[in-house]
């Protein structure tokens, strides 16, 4: 829609409900490395034309040239104020350093050169502007990286936008002036996304039932009492939060699936990546109670799985470019998350996936993110707030290595994102494993790295 804004003519996005929430108050950025199969020497024609794909990429989705204004009655995404932050795009140059060397590194971010670290942590801290691009020239290869607010778009959908400027920037390399190049298939009106998953809505939903079952007043209180006992020191050694990879190997999801399966005719085997879940759910749990000293009240405390679930393949239109996410919570009591056999903590994990449904998310959300906002006030599973909360954003399933920018398939992946407690995001790794960059504290992570159940299965990386 077009509309007066700020004394000039503005395109204007309504934003739906969930960007509306605190948590897209943040940047999200991947990073794609190449390396070249010939030398290139001094030919900049390659960065040329990603950069002019780039600049292609905000014209077919003008929202991600805007920026978020506020109204008296609703806020939105406007675009055509030369005042405000625009798309940035920037080349830096880091030779001599070569792809292999800055793979070796790639996960320890405090041994990069200080001003790759520094242009991409300034693109993450921007939270004005709606896109950045940023190629990183190595000697005999690139790194992309897109930093998209959150406000426009989740990981899904940043995968999606890669996708979308790998496939331009081959097209001007085909075709020099891009003229032959069509819109692209995806779909960006919010509203319409909303009411796509409003339509036929399930009050009598298992998923429903189970939200509304909630006693949100016992949570708020419970996160009070948790936080305030945290933070009276009962916690050993050091506090400091860093985000740590944990590699996780094809070979090793196979062997999980081994060891804690257990068919029967009733009740069949569970793939090795979703026991994966309830093995990481149980370790973490297990290496925060070793960090007490008040073992008995730890005992006796709940504590929470979250899973992110993506909400794109619900709807007849599945390539929203946007925030498509929902939340599903599942509590249980500490005691019981630490003897429960894996595989039975897995399915109970299954069990709560499964509930979900378009009509159930909608219903949830608009509780989530709609009225008086009480909810959200008390729910502690969205706040990340205290170590009694896991929460998992799977993203491994998605495709990232078949994106092409005219040099073949990327041979590293990398996610830039703050560490927050508890909450871990899980990506394709290059050997077809998973990586997962976790918040952790430092006491927590040395206790994940001596736990011998996960050392059997899991790589620490940094």
């Known amino acids: 829609m077009t509309n007066e804004l700020n004394g000039g003519s503005s395109k204007v996005f309504e934003l739906c409900p969930l960007e509306n929430s605190k948590g897209t108050y943040k940047i999200i950025q991947y990073s794609l490395l190449y390396r070249f199969s010939q030398p290139t020497h001094s030919d900049s024609t390659p960065f040329a034309n990603i950069q002019r794909a780039f600049e292609r990429l905000i014209e077919l989705y003008p929202i991600l040239g805007g920026h978020k204004v506020m109204l008296p009655d609703r806020n939105v995404i ?39 670290d520094s242009a991409l942590k300034k693109r993450t801290a921007d939270i004005n502007r709606m896109i950045a691009g940023t190629v990183v020239r190595f000697a005999d290869g690139y790194l992309v990286a897109l930093s998209v607010s959150h406000i426009v778009a989740d990981g899904g959908a940043v995968n999606l936008l890669l996708r979308q400027w790998a496939s331009l920037s081959l097209k001007f390399a085909a075709n ?118 008040e073992t008995e009240i730890a005992y006796t405390m709940p504590v929470f799985l979250t899973m992110m679930y993506g909400l794109r393949q619900k709807t007849p239109a599945p390539n929203y470019i946007g925030n498509a996410l929902g939340s599903v919570l599942v509590p249980c009591d500490t005691k019981d998350v630490l003897t429960m056999p894996i595989v039975d903590l897995a399915r109970l ?21 709609g009225g008086d906002g009480s909810f959200l006030t008390k729910n502690i599973y969205l706040c990340n707030r205290t170590e009694s909360l896991v929460s998992i954003s799977n993203m491994s399933r998605l495709e990232y290595f078949d994106i092409d920018f005219g040099h073949g398939r990327p041979v590293g992946l990398l996610a830039g994102t703050l560490p927050t407690e508890g909450l871990s995001f899980w990506l394709p790794s290059a050997d077809g494993g998973i990586d997962i960059y976790y918040g952790l504290k430092d006491n927590v992570y040395a206790a994940l790295k001596r736990d011998k159940v996960l050392s059997k299965f899991i790589q620490f990386v940094n």
């Open 176 to 293: 020099g002036d891009g003229s032959s190049m069509p819109g692209l298939p995806v779909d960006y009106d919010h509203a319409a996304f909303w009411a796509k998953l409003s339509a036929h809505p399930h009050e009598d939903h298992p998923f429903v039932a189970y939200i509304n079952s909630l006693d949100l007043g016992s949570m708020s209180a419970l996160q009070d009492k948790l936080s305030t006992w945290y933070a009276t020191g009962s916690l050993e050694g050091g506090k400091s939060l860093a985000m740590r990879v944990l590699h996780v190997s094809p070979e090793s999801i196979d062997a999980i699936g081994v060891e804690f399966n257990t068919p029967s005719d009733d009740r069949p085997a569970i793939h090795g990546a979703q026991i994966l879940y309830a093995l990481l759910w149980q370790r973490y749990v297990a290496a925060v109670i070793e960090m007490r000293m």
């Open 78 to 116: 406007a675009t055509g104020d030369s005042s405000k932050p625009g798309p940035l795009f920037e080349i830096i140059d880091a030779t001599p350093m070569a792809v292999e060397e800055f793979g070796r590194i790639k996960f320890h971010r405090d041994q990069w050169p200080t001003h790759i």
């Open 349 to 369: 994990v299954k069990e709560h996936l499964s509930q979900l449904s378009p009509g159930a998310t909608v219903h949830y959300l608009s509780e989530a993110f």
